[in-house]
């Protein structure tokens, strides 16, 4: 009996060690003697290897009936935690006599991957509680949770508890450090711990590179790239990349010079990756296209795709497409993503969004016209609704983002009742940005008076404008004013239906308490202005908070509607002068109207006095 059962332990440890866990549970359950401990500790281990949870599971149940030693046990609670049951295994650890270092760094880790960090560092208070003394293993995870609440206090703290317990040179816990002190925002503790490091290696440089790479200092990047260079470091895929990102960074900072600099250094970087055999692997030639496309240069991403086209995969592709569309190559953008789905290559949520903003800036530049001289925008539409299915496909319309964009596609290119169906397929989910974007779909193709009913049914359906709703909606009054017929009020030409609803839409917007907010106000003065409302008009702008060049140009503007206001629109543009350091053109040329419809006598009661005033504003104008 005892050789069979000694056979069968072995069964099991072979079978659990070839990684066929559910032959080896098979036999375990079939055993007529209590296993090894070494046969549990074989199960145990194959679980750990495998993530097997459930199979974990079935031998916590067998084990059971059977532990005669904490040391099963504890392994036991690791191989829970790492399997990702961390509840569990808590739960388990506290039936446990003696909990070891191991148990509980491996649920404190399990926190720590799960992203609760504030949970991982409370069960550090309870571990020191009963009386276990951390490792190194503890330290780092406790570290990555302090790295993930950015609590840079408790950073300090630890790393004072790993100098007394003797671990303050232990190069994991260091190399830690650096990292963490930089996502907690103290980038001189990281340098000091760094220069503290007896040892630099391959980890320890990539974790300072990357510590500045994330608080985005560049040239510190660089610098210590080349101190890497320097002491002939063995270099490796990361530092490139880290080098790398740190020319699209400067890059992307103001100024033509940095950006011909960030292009000059990424090339070299280019080079010596390339002859380092660093320039194969998909992450690196994201990265190298980034670089290409922030310095401007999208031919140098577009030549490194093409030979490297074995390489790439959708990351890479993905990247190629965002270059496309932000140097204005929308088409482009549009065709590599149609390669990619002809391919069967993956393609993300972060790569729609960028072919969903092409397609809409595709629209917005198609300029194809019909018979009757109307924009037709045929490629986009057939790409909108193209992707409008894909999006359907891949369930991605519960995402707002998708949805807006698409009804704003469907705007662009004036298919309004696609846009309609759209919106009001998902208009259970939708939220204001939505009814903005439909608004303006109706505003930019003259639907003015659907606009304002849609703006009704916002209240009703308990949606509140917000400050770009209140834009739309008020120039599409405003535009309804342009259509109407105005009629004599008090000798001021008004245009009273429009009138009636921007005063409403007016006392709409001081009610949300948006009476200050410079857009609306601006929107408002050139709708009253249209409107014939011209008191109004000038009324909100002497009591605008905030005024801009926009502020004057809608002023004037609403005053040159009629010309017998000349003389008024001479007094504004003198004061703007005064208040104002730049003239628009647009004001320029108002201004000159004015003068001319008093020179040539349209204005009502015009004299002489009137003709001389208006020749002295001509002159000092032009």
Known sequence: ??????????VVQVLSNE?????????????????????????????????????????????AKHMQHDYLGDYLVMTLARCGAVEDALEFSHTLSHRTVFSWTAIISAYVQRGQGREA??????????????????????????????????????HNDARRMGLGADVYILTTLVSVYCKCGSIEEAENVFSVLLRHDVVTWNAMLAAYVEQGQASKVLHLFRQILEERVTLDELMFVSALQACTMLAEQEGGLRKSMALEIG????????????????????????????SGNIKGAEGLVSTAWIQCNSVTLNAMIAAYFE????????????????????????????????????????????????????????????????????NLLSDVFVCNTLIRIYGRCGAI???????????????????????????????????????????????????HTFVVVIHSCGILAEKEEGIDSDRQFVKAKSLEIGTSIHADARRQCYATDIFINNTLVSM????????????????????????????????????????????????????????RPAMFVIALQACSNLLEGKVEACNKHDKAYALSHWTSII
Request: glycine share 4%.
């Open 1 to 10: 009996m005892a050789s069979l059962s000694k056979a069968e332990d072995s």
């Open 19 to 63: 990684g066929q866990l559910d032959k080896a549970l098979d036999v375990l359950f079939h055993m007529n003697t209590i296993p090894l401990r070494d046969t549990y500790l074989s199960l145990l281990k194959a679980c750990n290897r495998s993530r097997a949870l459930h199979q974990a599971k079935q031998v916590q149940v067998h084990l």
């Open 121 to 158: 560092l409370e069960l550090y208070k309870c571990m020191e509680e009963d009386g276990v003394k951390p490792n190194h293993y503890t330290f780092v995870a406790l570290l990555k949770a302090c790295g993930r609440v950015a609590d840079l206090e408790k950073v300090r703290a630890l």
């Open 267 to 294: 090339m070299a970087l280019h080079a010596n990756a390339r002859q380092a055999g660093f320039c194969s692997g998909p992450f690196i030639l994201t990265t190298l296209i980034n670089m290409y496309s922030k």
């Open 327 to 394: 140097h204005d190559q929308e088409r482009k953008s549009l065709q590599l993503y149609r390669f990619m789905q002809e391919q069967g290559m993956k393609v993300d949520e972060y790569t729609f969004a960028s072919v969903l903003q092409a397609c809409e800036a595709a629209a917005e530049k198609e300029e194809v016209l019909d018979l009757s001289g109307e924009p037709l925008k045929v490629m986009s539409l057939a790409m909108g609704k193209a992707l409008h299915a894909d999006a359907q496909k891949w």
């Open 417 to 467: 009742a696609e846009a309609e169906d759209l919106f009001t397929a998902m208009r259970s989910q939708l939220n204001v940005r939505s009814w903005t974007v439909m608004l303006s779909a109706y505003v930019e193709h003259d639907y003015e008076e659907k606009a304002l009913q849609l703006y009704v049914q916002m209240y009703k359906e308990g949606m509140s404008p917000d400050q």
């Open 528 to 583: 009253y202005g249209k409107c014939g409302a011209l008191v109004l008009a000038e009324n909100l702008f002497i009591g605008m908070v905030d005024r801009d060049e926009v502020s004057w140009n809608v002023l004037l503007s609403a005053y040159a509607i009629n010309s017998e206001k000349a003389e008024k629109v001479l007094q504004m543009y003198r004061q703007m002068q005064v208040e104002t350091s730049s003239v």
